[in-house]
């Protein structure tokens, strides 16, 4: 069946970096743009960018993109999210999700937890 | 602020109509982009409800419905159930932003 699995919860500190990695299966890798997703606690839902595996095309949030990179191994059918210079703010469940423009996110990896503390 | 406005909650009784708006701009859903809408119960992972503004994906009861008109989309739920309380998410493209961009979320009480 088609899913898409993450990596485990990770404790940081601030300052440091997180790279979160989302493996697919099921279904052709490079047809469908990937999507990363974070929700704070108790806060909402909040788009970080994607990429398309197809071509390596990425597009970031434009107050994340100085610090975030996603990249994709079609080798592996994995997509990775990094994210530099955590702060506390950081702390929240990190999703990965296959994504098209006209029928959104179908899709949704099981979410990762990040930590950021001292 | 999100660039989508939903109203933080709604509530209804067992077996009402219920609807949750999201208000965009003219650079996202005024500019014709999709619509979709996400369901997500606490503790787990967001579920897309209804994509491409009205469509249900297979498994979704025909309860859920979407709509959009001009600058703003609705979901509407009738016959309301007790597990339909959740939070609920609308979703779109904005091109001034080249970005997705969701609604701030809305949580569903059933009275």
């Known amino acids: 069946q088609v899913q898409l699995v993450q990596s485990g919860a990770v404790l940081k500190r601030p300052g440091a970096s997180v790279k979160v990695s989302c493996k697919a299966s099921g279904y052709s890798f490079t047809i469908y743009a990937i999507s990363w997703v974070r929700q704070a606690p108790g806060q909402g839902l909040e788009w970080m960018g994607w990429?398309?595996?197809?071509?390596?095309?990425?597009d970031y949030a434009q107050n994340l993109q100085d610090r975030v990179t996603i990249t994709a191994d079609t080798s592996t059918s994995t997509v990775y999210v990094e994210l530099r210079s955590l702060r506390s703010d950081d702390t929240a469940v990190y999703y990965c999700?296959?994504?098209?423009?006209?029928?959104?996110?179908?899709?949704w990896g099981q979410g990762t937890t990040v930590t950021v503390s001292s | 602020q999100s660039v989508l406005t939903q109203p933080p909650s709604v509530s209804g009784a067992p077996g009402q109509r219920v609807t949750i708006s999201c208000t965009g701009s003219?650079?996202?859903?005024?500019?014709?982009?999709?619509v979709h809408w996400y369901q997500q119960f606490p503790g787990t992972t967001p579920k897309l409800l209804i994509y491409g503004s009205t469509n249900r994906p297979s498994g979704v009861p025909d309860r859920f419905s979407g709509s959009r008109s001009g600058t703003s989309a609705s979901l509407a739920i009738t016959g309301l159930q007790a597990e339909d309380e959740a939070d609920y998410y609308c979703?779109?493209?904005?091109?001034?932003?080249?970005?997705?961009?969701f609604g701030g979320g809305t949580k569903l009480a059933v009275l």
């Open positions: 990429i398309s595996p197809y071509n390596g095309y990425t």
């Open positions: 979703q779109s493209y904005d091109r001034s932003l080249t970005n997705w961009v």
């Open positions: 999700a296959r994504s098209v423009l006209s029928e959104g996110m179908d899709v």
């Open positions: 003219s650079s996202n859903i005024g500019a014709g982009y999709d």
